[in-house]
């Protein structure tokens, strides 16, 4: 069992930068896939990013490429979303989630385990 709390969220103007940050408890937090997904009004939960157990490997969805960059802390048990030049599309809920599993690719909320309750991302144009 793992308990995620997210932190970070917040208002934004178009083309500034946010930083997300998951706090883990519970079980090993190095023994788990991470991910971000976000869900905005009316829409999907859809997937926004992943990183594996290590750190080493991470993947993206194409609409946050180049834009956003996730890590994690295994000494600190955190998963970060660093989002730069953010977009009123970017406008969510953001969620961390887990998997306990060494695979990282999956994107659908499926795959994931265990989740947080979300922050308000709100991005003004």
């Known amino acids: 069992q793992v308990q995620l709390v997210e932190s970070g969220g917040g ?3 178009a083309g500034g930068s946010l930083r997300l ?3 883990a408890s519970g079980s090993t937090f190095s023994g788990h896939a991470m991910g971000w997904f976000r869900q905005a009004p009316g ?3 859809v997937f926004v990013a992943s990183i594996n157990r290590s750190g080493s490997a991470t993947y993206y969805a194409d609409s946050v ?3 956003f960059t996730i890590s994690r802390d295994n000494a ?3 998963v970060n979303l660093q989002m730069n030049s953010l977009k009123p599309e970017d406008t969510a809920v953001y969620y961390c989630a887990a998997r306990p599993s060494r695979l ?3 994107t659908s ?4 385990a265990y989740w947080g309750q979300g922050t308000q991302v709100t991005v003004s144009s």
């Open 21 to 23: 940050s998951c706090a």
């Open 104 to 106: 990282f690719h999956g």
């Open 109 to 112: 909320p499926s795959d994931y």
């Open 76 to 78: 600190k048990n955190t």
């Open 65 to 67: 490429k180049g834009r």
């Open 43 to 45: 829409k999907e939960r």
């Open 11 to 13: 208002l934004v103007q």
